[in-house]
C-alpha cells in the first residue's frame, strides 16, 4: 500500500533572541526549512523572536524529482533543469506559504526584512540557481559554503 509522504505541520524554534537581530530596517523575518519533500515557513518578530505564523508544503521539486539525486542527474542531463527546480521552490513552493503566513498574521511583504534559510547543500544550491552538479559526483565539491545575501 503507498501512502503519500507526510508533511510536517508542526515545528518549534530553539534559537535565543537578542535586541540587534542580524535583519533590519522591517520588523519582521521569515525562517525556511527548506527540505527536499517538506518546506516549512515560520513569520516572527526579529526583536522579540514571537512566532506569528507558521505553513508547512509539499516542496513542488518532488514533481521532477523526490530525492536529491534525482535532481542533480536532471541538472546534470539538463542544465535548464536548475532554473526549472528553482522556479518550483520560488514561485510554487515558497511564495505560497509566505502568503499563507502572512495573511494568517494580517501582514504584509515590505514588514519582511529578510529571510534565513537552511537546508541540506543540494536544495540550497537550487534555491539560488546554482548547478548541484558536482555534489553528485566524487569529491562532492558544492560551488559554495558561504553564499551571503541573495
Partial sequence: LCHP????????????????????????GLAVDLGTTTVAVLLA??????V?????GLNMQTMRGDN?????????NDKAN???LQSDFWKKTFRPLEKRVLQAAGRNKEEVAGIVMAGNTTMLHLACGVDPTPL?????QPAFLDYGQH
Fill in 52 to 56: 506569528l505564523a507558521r505553513a508547512t
Fill in 5 to 28: 509522504p507526510a508533511v510536517v505541520s508542526d515545528f518549534r524554534t530553539c534559537i535565543p533572541t537578542g535586541c540587534d537581530p542580524l535583519l533590519s530596517g522591517a520588523p519582521l
Fill in 68 to 76: 536529491v539525486l534525482t535532481r542533480i542527474q536532471l541538472c546534470q
Fill in 82 to 84: 536548475v532554473a526549472g
Fill in 136 to 140: 553528485g559526483m566524487v569529491p562532492f
Fill in 45 to 50: 518578530e526579529l526583536a522579540t523572536g514571537k
